[in-house]
Each structure stands twice: as C-alpha cells, then as structure tokens.
T-cell receptor, first 115, second 115 residues
Framework: KAGVTQTPRYLIKTRGQQVTLSCSPI?????VSWYQQTPGQGLQFLFE???????NKGNFPGRFSGRQFSNSRSEMNVSTLELGDSALYLC??????????????FGPGTRLTVL | AQSVTQLDSQVPVFEEAPVELRCNYS??????LFWYVQYPNQGLQLLLK??????LVKGINGFEAEFNKSQTSFHLRKPSVHISDTAEYFC?????????????FGAGTTVTVRA
C-alpha cells in the first residue's frame, strides 16, 4: 500500500505570495492532519480534516487554511506569505475507524522557503 | 491541554553504547504517548506507542520505553546503538477522545552516534 504523499517536496516563494500544498493520504484513510515544523517553534498542529470538514484547529492565523476533497486528498493554503512561514509542512493520515486510537502516518513533508 | 518536555536537546553517544532519551509530559486528561524518529529530509516514523496495559513498551529497531504515571514520564531507551540511529527523536502525546487527533510534540532530541 502506498504511503502518504505530499507535493511538491520543495517550494520557494517570496513574501506576499500565496502557496498551496497537497497531501494524498493512504488509501482508505479518511482523516488528514497538517503540522508545521520550524527550528524555533518545533512541531505544531495546524488543522485536521475528516469527511471534507475541518474537525480540529490549531492556533494559527487565518492566513493558513485548508480543505479536503471527497477522495480524502487535502490541500493547505497559506496566503500573504511571511518569512516566518518558512518551514517543513507535514501531512499525516489516519483511518479513523471509530475506535479511540487511530495511528497517524506521516508523509515526507513539503519544504517551503519564503524569501 | 497537553505539553511535552524533552529534557535533552542533544545526546552524543558511541556506537554499541546504551542511550536514554528523557521525556516528561503534562496533561489534565489521560493520554496516549508516542516516540517518533525523523531522519534528515524525511517525515516522522513511529517508533513505539503506549496506549494502555504494560508500562514497558517495545518498538521497532530495538527501542523500548517505560511509562511512569506517577512521574509523568515516558523515557526511551536502546541498549546498544548503531550509526544508523543518528536522527532526531520526538516524544508526543494526544488525548484519548475519539475525535482528538492533535499530537503535541516535545522540542526533539538529536542523537549523534559516533564510531
């Protein structure tokens, strides 16, 4: 079974631009979560989507948004990029079978550099 | 809310020596506990998890961890490390409710294994 895939793997943008990152979950997985990883703040939860609805949200400004499609693929968008948005963005998918524990499987990440 | 403190930011160790990475957590609710490993330019890989039951948990690549509820700790150990264990290690927690997919991570411990 293929793992979580993220595209693109690397991205360079300039301040003020916007960017869209894509995540394809493991086949059959219905929950997709996004995390930001920076040297200063570490790993921080952005948001989680399930059945095309945002189910959980972290403490990020409204410039960060996301969506999920009917095939469970997810995109996240960052508008009006700032230098501090430079980070590794990780996507994780899980089955969400209804039990209390569902393992999250992480993709390789998208490295965003804002100049 | 949950928080995680990894007590060592960097741990240098010689090949075939034992290693222990320390993790303490804080939470007002019962949690699941995890250790993840991240190799350069890759996503996160789950090493092991504590859900319930035996407090000694065995994971992949010879790692194990012990959950101590009274000390709110979840320390990771390996009796004999290899050069290939050089990586960054993250301790994480999440709540036990069905819809709680947010992982809260520690700042990470960089393990460098030397010959």
């Amino acid at each position: 079974k293929a793992g979580v895939t993220q595209t693109p793997r690397y991205l360079i943008k300039t301040r003020g631009q916007q960017v869209t990152l894509s995540c394809s979950p493991i086949s059959g997985h219905r929950s997709v979560s996004w995390y930001q990883q920076t040297p200063g703040q570490g790993l921080q939860f952005l948001f989680e989507y399930f059945s095309e609805t945002q189910r959980n949200k972290g403490n990020f400004p409204g410039r960060f948004s996301g969506r999920q499609f009917s095939n469970s693929r997810s995109e996240m968008n960052v508008s009006t990029l700032e230098l501090g948005d430079s980070a590794l963005y990780l996507c994780a998918s899980s089955l969400d079978s209804g039990s209390s524990y569902n393992e999250q499987f992480f993709g390789p990440g998208t490295r965003l550099t804002v100049l | 809310a949950q928080s995680v403190t990894q007590l060592d930011s960097q741990v240098p160790v010689f090949e075939e020596a034992p290693v222990e990475l320390r993790c303490n957590y804080s939470s007002s609710v019962s949690v699941y506990l995890f250790w993840y490993v991240q190799y350069p330019n890759q996503g996160l890989q789950l090493l092991l998890k504590y859900l319930s039951g035996s407090t000694l948990v065995k994971g992949i690549n010879g790692f194990e961890a012990e959950f101590n509820k009274s000390q709110t700790s979840f320390h990771l150990r390996k009796p004999s490390v290899h050069i290939s264990d050089t990586a960054e290690y993250f301790c994480a927690v999440r709540g036990r409710t069905v819809n709680d997919y947010k992982l809260s991570f520690g700042a990470g411990t960089t393990v460098t294994v030397r010959a």
